[in-house]
């Protein structure tokens, strides 16, 4: 067996045929282990991520917003994330110009995978600044009851991935009782609800780069025209708000996910 990449698989799909079970985060990853590795798809059971509904819950302090200039009292679109190909940040950023006037766009993301991709967001955050006030760049790893704090005074979260096992920035934005525009990809869809708890935007990807949207112009487009709905409707971003935070702690809450995660184990001990 050689080293790198090829060890790495090796070392996965025996671990898969090994297992008495495998659980996936969503649907979509379920299917992804279908179509990489053969396994027998009745050892493959859903259980999905979970947070902290104590933890991840809105609040009303504003400090964090004023130490980096932003406007508490006016409204803004949130990401959350790493500057990657996968996160699709970029895509966002160039959306940024088909945004109505009127809000804040806040971009809590770092750790860019590469020194090329990092270039191209400055490029892309720079141009846009030329023409737009209130558009905010935190670059930085946050801690938690900062994020907290970003989440709870976002009149939109926007999840803008061009692959995603589950997603669990939505599901954070969703318990801070933040309307979501996410991509439909991956388990995204198992955890926002079209048209209930937010928007969700069809995204195609190159087959040979899977990182990749077919018609990257069109999605940026498509990303700010759901943004834009949202933010011309106070009534349905609260609507959206309330019912995001109630399917995330009825649904997703670690407690909920312990439960099954346990089951799961107690029904492998029999056999063995």
């Given amino acids: 067996i050689g080293g790198g990449y090829e060890f790495s698989m090796w070392v996965e799909r025996t671990a898969m045929e090994m297992a008495d079970a495998i659980v996936a985060v969503s649907a979509g990853t379920k299917n992804d282990i279908l179509h990489y590795f053969k396994v027998d798809p009745a050892k493959i059971h859903t259980i999905y991520n979970g947070i ?21 009292n006016k ?15 970029i895509y966002l950023a160039r959306a940024i110009k088909y945004m109505n006037p009127g809000f804040q766009v806040v971009l809590v993301a770092g750790a860019p995978d590469t020194p090329e991709i990092a270039a191209e967001m400055k490029d892309v955050i720079d141009s846009v600044k030329k023409t737009r006030e ?3 760049w935190v670059d ?27 997603g669990i920035i939505n599901l954070e934005a ?18 926002v609800v079209h048209n209930q708890t937010g ?8 087959a040979e780069s899977p990182f990749l949207p077919v018609a990257p112009e069109t999605y940026a487009k498509d990303l700010a025209y759901q943004i834009n709905r949202l933010m011309e409707n ?21 407690s909920s996910i312990a ?11 029999p056999a063995k």
């Fill in 234 to 254: 106070p009534v349905k971003r609260e609507r959206f708000g309330k019912e995001g935070r109630l399917r995330a702690v009825e649904q997703f809450s670690w």
């Fill in 259 to 269: 439960r099954q995660t346990l089951d799961l184990y107690k029904s492998l001990i």
């Fill in 174 to 191: 969703m318990a801070c009782e933040v309307p979501v525009v996410a991509s439909d990809v991956g388990g995204i869809p198992e955890v």
């Fill in 199 to 206: 928007f969700l935007v069809p995204v195609s990807r190159q």
């Fill in 52 to 72: 902290n509904p104590d933890e991840f819950r809105k609040v009303a302090t504003t400090s964090v917003l004023e130490k980096y200039g932003i406007d508490p």
């Fill in 140 to 166: 930085a790893i946050v801690s938690k009851s900062d994020l907290v704090e970003f989440y709870s005074h976002a009149a939109v979260f926007c999840c803008p991935s061009i692959y995603e096992p589950f």
């Fill in 75 to 89: 409204p803004y679109v949130l990401f959350v994330g790493r500057i990657t190909r996968q996160k699709g940040i």
């Fill in 134 to 136: 209130g558009v905010f």
